[in-house]
């Protein structure tokens, strides 16, 4: 019989589902599946959170110690899903024991913590991943490709972005990634993301110059709205960068973008053609040839929306079908798969604990330009 993987889960707010999600339908998205594994133990701060949590995915034990996952003999694979200031100890302990490890981003709260993980992963022999999701969209697939076949020709300039629009509500409440505390703000929940995917994309870069805003000194306590508390950490960030390359571009985060609800683009130009990405179109890459033709009349040239959908290369099962829109979660289904099949090989994973320390690192100029209102080099 194989192995049955056991799975500890540090964590179930918001992302925490969003990752069991993963165990709990692998086995429809991919025949046959990385590996054998199941979730056996849930870790939250609450009892009654923890033990709601074990009911709703069928786990054996809920705690509120994530040392009973981290240092459990019979754990194989710890899911770090909590707060980003309660990811270091977790890590570390997962670290020394030995766990495969599943990190949701940003890696950890500060550059000082990041430092710490760098110093212990000498001595680590698991393996381990961030979930960096938004490299794992059949389109995203798609244009590492593109680019790599040299289709969009030299990078001369890009556009990157990630708009949210719930803290332009000054009702909104304090909740923890609103603080610095909590390893909160703008930067760490959402240009993570973006710095990852370009990073991944076209990187590395090299320099940033950037601002941050907070919109709203104060916001309403998230348990008591009829007092407020101080906002310390930013709402949005724009920045312009250069890549080692020498391309340029805009780096932009905002939780300020009235009316946009999760909308991750990027635009790639090119000097033989270009890509352009909105999460909000998931299903489709855009890709411009600038050598077709444009004679007669605009000839063939024009943006191609291609068909990315669900097309996933096998083991990839084509469920539900590879033409149906392709949701938010099946991306990190395939971000999980990647994970557990580096696992079952025992080679590394990408992106690994390595590039979590990359992102903090990029995330660390985005926070020192702005601060000192200078270029930041990389």
């Known amino acids: 019989m194989p192995k049955t993987y056991r799975v500890g889960m540090i964590g179930f707010g918001m992302i925490g589902p969003v990752h069991a999600y993963g165990y709990l339908n692998l086995r429809l998205f991919y025949d046959p599946p990385p590996l054998e594994a199941r979730i056996t133990h849930v870790v939250t701060s609450r009892p009654e959170t923890a033990e709601r949590a074990r009911r709703r995915i069928g786990a054996d034990v809920a705690a509120t110690d994530y040392r009973v996952v981290t240092e459990n003999p019979e754990i194989d694979i710890v899911h770090i899903c909590t707060p980003n200031h309660l ?26 913590e990041a430092e710490q993980i760098r110093a212990a992963l000498p001595d680590y022999h698991g393996v381990a991943q961030m979930t960096f999701h938004n490299r794992f969209f059949p389109a995203t697939l798609r244009a590492k490709q593109l680019i790599e076949q ?70 309403p306590l998230a348990d008591d709205p009829s007092r407020t508390a101080r906002v310390d950490a930013e709402d949005c960030v724009l920045a312009t960068a250069r890549l080692a390359s020498g391309a340029v571009g805009t780096v932009e985060a905002t939780k300020l973008a009235s009316g946009a609800e999760d909308e991750l683009r990027f635009e790639i130009h090119g000097s033989l053609g270009a890509l352009r990405f909105n999460l909000m179109d998931p299903h489709h890459l855009e890709y411009y040839d600038a050598t077709a033709i444009s004679e007669p009349v605009g000839g063939r040239r024009g943006w191609t929306r291609i068909d990315t959908g669900q097309r996933y290369p096998q083991p990839a099962t084509g469920f539900p079908s590879p033409k149906a829109a392709i949701g938010w979660v099946r991306a990190h289904a395939a971000c999980l798969a990647n994970f557990l099949q580096a696992v079952a090989e025992g080679r590394p994973a990408e992106p690994g604990l390595e590039q979590g320390i990359r992102v903090q690192h990029l995330m660390d100029c985005l926070h020192r330009s702005a601060r000192t209102g200078r270029p930041v080099d990389v």
């Open 87 to 112: 990811h270091k100890d977790a890590l570390l302990s997962a670290m020394r024991h030995g766990k495969h490890i599943y990190c949701d981003k940003p890696l950890v709260a500060s550059m000082d």
């Open 150 to 219: 040299g289709v969009v020709g030299e990078v001369l300039q890009f556009r990157a972005a990630y708009l949210h629009g719930g803290s332009a509500n000054p009702e909104a409440p304090l909740k923890w990634k609103l603080t610095s505390a909590a390893g909160g703000g703008v930067i760490a929940d959402l240009a993570s993301h973006v710095l990852d995917l370009i990073d991944h994309l076209i990187g590395p870069f090299a320099s940033f110059t950037a601002l941050t805003h907070t919109a709203y000194p104060e916001r």
